[in-house]
């Protein structure tokens, strides 16, 4: 069966500091892999997706993921946080006509 | 174009009252699910549609029934509400795996608290 899941429920760090949020999955089939972001109050939404090439994919907010087949991992990193970062973050991977979602991130970004 | 829309936004139940989430979605999508949010325990599937006409069960089913007679409605029923299913319930839409546009598209949630 597969599974997603995020070792680290909460992450502070300070504004302008690099940040990276863990995401390893177990998957017997395909791999397509994806990190969603929920602002406060409101539905997730994607931020970059891994289906098939570059093992390494970015967001068009800074946000970069590189799929590590050998790791099975799928960890998230932007160099510098802004404030507007702050929120919860989530990795999922795409199974048979549905997805899994590990259990989200929190990340909170300090001025 | 509005995406995935869902009403309503909030309510408040009464155990034992009943109430049905509806889900529409513009995108011709043949996929729909719903989920439902609880703190520390991300996001659970309740049920899925991979068509109109069909659905199957998620990880959470139990309490919950769901319709997919048009194809850009998902509907999500709770015949006799109980107070642990209080919780943010968000329906999402995608196209098949395998799609290169493949991703899920996420309505903005409701809010439902069963007393």
């Known amino acids: 069966a597969q599974s997603v899941t995020q070792l680290d429920s909460q992450v502070p760090v300070f504004e302008e500091a690099p940040v990276e949020l863990r995401c390893n999955y177990s998957?017997?089939?395909?791999?397509?892999l994806f990190w969603y972001v929920q602002y406060p109050n409101q539905g997730l939404q994607l931020l970059l997706k891994?289906?098939?090439?570059?093992?390494l994919v970015e967001s068009i907010n800074g946000f970069e993921a590189e799929f590590n087949k050998s790791q099975t991992s799928f960890h998230l990193r932007k160099p510098s946080v802004h404030i507007s970062d702050t929120a919860e973050y989530f990795c999922?991977?795409?199974?048979?006509?549905?997805?899994?979602f590990g259990t989200g991130t929190r990340l909170k970004v300090l001025a | 174009n509005a995406g995935v829309t869902q009403t309503p936004k909030f309510r408040v139940l009464k155990t034992g009252q009943s109430m049905t989430l509806l889900c529409a979605q513009d995108m011709n999508h043949e996929y729909m699910y719903w989920y439902r949010q609880d703190p520390g325990m991300g996001l659970r599937l309740i049920h899925y549609?991979?068509?109109?006409?069909?659905?199957a069960k998620g990880e959470v089913p139990d309490g919950y029934n769901v319709s997919r007679l048009k194809k850009q409605n998902f509907l999500l029923g709770l015949e006799s509400a109980a107070p642990s299913q209080t919780s943010v319930y968000f329906c999402a839409s995608s196209y098949p795996a395998g799609d290169t546009r493949d991703t899920q598209y996420f309505g903005p949630g409701t809010r439902l608290t069963v007393l």
């Open positions: 998957s017997s089939v395909s791999v397509y």
């Open positions: 891994y289906l098939s090439g570059s093992t």
């Open positions: 549609s991979v068509g109109e006409g069909t659905t």
């Open positions: 999922a991977v795409r199974g048979t006509n549905k997805y899994i």
